[in-house]
């Protein structure tokens, strides 16, 4: 069995996870992080996209709003790239009439949040489509953000600063050492889920940041992390109704989110608590409710053609009180929570639930050492999570090392804020129009080759995750058996390079990325190769003739029923039609479901088939 | 004349109309990809599907539009940037929503994706110029004989070419010597009075170019006991929605509006022999500038038809008079290629220019399938889309040499005309195929022994 020895292991490779392993490589510790899938495959890829600027959380959960101003405001230097500056509306339309607006405007003056209220009719004429019965509209620093973006680029930082990272790699158990007393954490046991190897990985300290699976990761340690798992449905619809940010000005509820993300607005969310994190099923009630809710926010919207549906379980955590002092808390409010705790001492529905992040330090908490968790909290303050994180662990390693994630920036800030424009600005000025693999999301070949060969991909869903593959109007009707040719072309391609200048923060720019594979250009300072390499970088398995997920047969059908999965919740209307189309193309023109006998599945396989409420869904 | 007002939130103070919402219909079937015969020709325009439905998704709705009268709210950086050329070599010609399976506003999402660019970037002179047909008109008008001199001498278009980038071949009407109302005013005495009346939309081409195509049109309504109504009347405007200058045109289209409303609630219909003019007032003007809820427009395009529309309604009616003619003393067969222009296919009334001219005794109807001509108003005007607008024309061109080929065995015969609903489309009609083209109108003119096909003049008149 392979081993490798690392100061810090970090187990999750969403947001905090990255973030986590970013700060910690910064800070000089030798880091590895592990994640059983692709990066952000779990909850930080399934959100709505919104940076909060807190405004949300000011009546309800002030500590949560607390860090996220102070996080919104360092994220849009750290991140810019990954951030649209598009601004945020909190609007009282007609049946939230009640005193909530003006205790809503005091207290983010109190917590330092900036709230200018303007005219309804200057909100109706920049957002046409908005409620038009609006009588109040407040103006916030909300924004969109890109999450894919954003974990990549923080996790190209953390290689930058030294960290490795495994992705597809999954943590199958946790060696403790010691007896009664010092009982610690020394090692991992890590399954490689392309190939199948054990892989075993001895660690000083274990930051556990797998978000809705950080119970099943601490229950691996024998210790009982009790997580509140809120499941979220979100809806996409095919263009962007807003462009701006828009909530409900009133206590937060299911449906009062429109967030304006790349092409399209997401309307979210439902909140269910479930016990399972994986298998989320998108119930009818809930997406009816979706769109009543979302026709307060804009009339029409359920009129509106829906692309595609999804789920996502926030990782709340309710400390139980007897052992709340635990807690550690970076941003102190403790009046506050302290009364909320005690009027509600059994652990409160996820609706309730604090956003707040919370650290576990087991050792303290539990009387194990070399373990910390980190859950809680919001995307928009997964780089405070990390610092809090950290810094228990060098408490605990006994070490005193500064956090610098606040003023340093990930590659590819200097692109500044993305807009929505960006990718047709390019591809115009750069005649790249018949490049176009995804034509919704304007893909070129170029970023899909790139992506293929740079970031370890196992599925095409992989590469939507990289390069909004298939995530527009026709859900990979088009481009699924485009994507798929041109991987078979470089899985057989002996002389194809791997595209070693290609750089992470161009990942999604039609223009550098093509800059990028050519000579040496203006493109900016190269960015550094990665400090540690432990070994040369196997061929992504995609593409790798020797790995079998990179069958184009497994690789179409894992591709084709993961975006019917999105689909089958919202098939009415002009989505149908397309599916029809769809469905023309791939089951009877192509044939997809009588492809040669094959029984290879992929590590994602079964996770495509899952989770349907909807019976005989499965396309194959 | 001065520019309009800049250009200003009109469209963006309304919701969505059925242009906006049309995006949502397209499932990229690729079918308006293989029809476009711009995208065949050249690689500047990448197509509907492309510049249409799908750039539209990159196009911040609201931007730039609007902007804070006291310039107090300036967009974010990177809003309201306009990210797209190409979608200006979309020449507008439809063939795009013809053939949409979904029914998706193609070329009206183009138009107001060009309004746009007009409104972040402003206007080139040349563009500015070439959307004011009726400016060009009557300032031509004023002093016909020079003008046609001056525009037309060698080096005047060569000169055009140079400074405004007007392409030096493309075809260019000439001014007549009279314009339609003043031979009308000069003709009153002889037209017909009647209780049964129609209104007549002559549109700027019969106004100072071509004023013999209205001649025909009157003579035909007189012929069949109508009399024939001709208000004050502007520019349809669209040769300004076609540049993107859709304040200016709103200006137009409600002063049409207004000018027409007494007529429209006395319940005459309004009928126009320029395809494009009457397709404006139907439809473009009301989608393109969002005025689906105004009114008058509602009132002013319900009452509207294509000449022929109107004309087919009669015969349906049989109160067509029955007394047409050979065009050639029945000598042969009259071989008449005929190419039904984009415009009026847009109206969606089949071809009734078609149904009726095969009524003519002896005549032999050849209808081209060529998807457009090219020139799309003023599209194939323009130095830059000139040899675009021929390459897309060429379908045509060969339809119309191959009918008068007379090697060809099959041919049967000489061919002295093409016929042709739309203005300029007959301009680059001849121009690309060495044939004179007559409006159908004046086909059926000539059939009732009114008109004399060959000078352009109404017979036992002047």
Known sequence: MKRIQTEILVIGGGATGTGVAWDAALRGFQTVLVEKRDLTHGTTGRYHGLLHSGARYVLKDADSAVECIRENRILRRTHAHCIEDTGGFFIVTPEDEDDYPDRFAAACRRLDIPCDEIPASTALRREPLLNPGVSRVFELPDAAADSFLA????????????????????????????????????????????????????????????????????????????????????????????????????????????????????????????????????????????????????????????????????????????????????????????????????SPASRDATRALALLDHRQRDGLSGFITITGGKWTTFRLMAESAVDAACAQLGVSRPCHTAETPVPGVEQGHYWLGHRLDEVESENRQSELICECELVTRSMLEGAAQRNPTVTLDDLRRDVRLGMGPCQGGFCTYRAVGVLHQLRSDETATDAADWKVAHMQSPAHHHRDGGPPADGGPAEPAPAAQPEPRRPSPAIDPAAAVSQPNLLLRDFLQERWKGVVPILWGDQLRQERLDELIYLSILNADHLPADERQSPLSEFYRSGFSYPGSRLT | ???????????????????????????????????????????????????????????????????????????????????????????????????????????????????????????????????????????????????????????SRRLAAVLFGVAEKA???????????????????????????????????????????????????????????????????????????????????????????DYVQAGYPILGASTSCTLTLKEEAPELLDLEGDEGTQALKRNTWDIFEWLRERENQGQLPADLGSLNNGQEPFILPYHAPCQLRAHR??????????????????????????????????????????????????????????????????????????????????????????????????????????????????
């Open chain 2, 349 to 462: 009334i089949g071809k009734p220019a078609l149904d009726l001219l095969a009524l003519i005794p002896g005549i032999d109807l050849r209808e081209s399938h060529a998807r457009c001509c090219g020139i799309a108003g003023t599209y194939g005007l323009k130095s830059e889309k000139y040899q675009i607008a021929m390459d897309v024309g060429a379908e045509l061109f060969d339809f119309a040499a191959a009918q008068a080929d007379t090697s060809d065995p099959a041919v049967q015969g000489a061919v002295s005309f093409t016929a042709c609903d739309s203005e300029t489309c007959r301009w680059q009609l001849e121009h690309g195929a060495g044939l004179p083209s007559r409006h159908p109108i004046e086909l059926l003119a000539a059939s009732y022994g009114l008109y004399d096909l060959q000078a352009r003049q109404p017979l036992n008149e002047n």
């Open chain 2, 1 to 155: 004349m001065s520019q309009d007002s800049p250009p200003v939130a009109v469209m963006q103070s309304v919701p969505p109309n059925s242009v906006g919402i049309s995006l949502n219909a397209c499932i990229k079937c690729n079918i308006c990809v293989s029809y476009c015969p711009v995208s065949e020709v050249t690689d500047s325009f990448p197509g509907p599907k492309y510049a249409a439905p799908q750039s539209e998704r990159f196009r911040e709705f609201g931007y730039p539009y609007f902007q804070d009268a006291a310039g107090s709210n300036p967009p974010a950086p990177g809003r309201g940037r306009v990210p797209d050329a190409s979608v200006d070599y979309c020449s507008g010609c439809r063939v795009c929503n013809e053939v949409c399976p979904t029914g998706v506003r193609i070329a009206e999402i183009n138009a107001r994706a060009r309004a746009r660019i007009v409104a972040a970037e402003g206007l080139s002179l040349r563009n500015r110029l070439l959307g004011r047909s009726d400016l060009l008109g009557r300032v031509g008008s004023v002093a016909p004989a020079l003008a046609n001199a001056l525009l037309h001498h060698p080096l």
């Open chain 1, 151 to 346: 974990a990549h680029a923080t996790a190209q930082a953390a290689r930058q600063a030294g960290a490795l990272l495994l992705p597809y790699h999954e943590l199958t158990g946790l060696h403790l050492s010691g007896g009664d007393g010092n009982r610690a954490v020394s090692a991992a046991a890590v399954l490689d889920t392309v190939t199948g190897e054990e892989l075993r990985i001895d660690a000083d300290l274990v930051i556990n940041a797998a978000g809705a699976w950080c119970g099943q990761v601490a229950a691996l340690a024998g210790v009982e992390v009790n997580m509140i798992l809120g499941k979220g449905v979100m809806l996409a619809t095919n263009a962007r109704l807003t462009n701006t940010v828009i909530n409900r000005c009133k206590m937060p509820g299911d449906g009062d989110i429109l967030v304006p993300i790349h092409t399209v607005s997401v309307i979210g969310t439902t909140d269910q608590q479930v016990s399972d994190p994986e298998n989320l099923s998108i119930e009818q009630w809930e997406i009816d409710l979706m769109l009543t809710e979302g026709d307060k926010l804009v009339p029409g919207l359920s009129r509106s053609r829906i692309l595609r549906a999804w789920a996502g379980v926030r990782p709340l955590y309710h400390e139980p009180p007897s052992s709340h002092e635990s807690i550690h808390r970076p941003a102190p409010h403790p009046d506050r929570r302290a009364s909320r705790l005690e009027a509600k001492p059994a």
């Open chain 2, 171 to 261: 075809p260019l009407p000439r001014w007549h010597n009279e314009t339609f109302s003043r031979w009308l005013k000069r003709t009153r005495s002889r037209r017909l009075r009647s209780e049964r009346k129609v209104v007549y939309f002559h549109g700027c081409a019969t106004q100072h170019y071509e004023p013999f195509v209205g001649m025909a049109a009157v003579l035909v309504l007189e012929h069949l006991g109508y009399e024939v109504v001709v208000p004050p009347q502007s520019c349809c405007g669209l040769p300004l929605l076609s540049n993107g200058e859709f304040s200016a045109a709103e200006t137009y289209h409600r002063r049409n509006v207004a000018q027409f409303a």
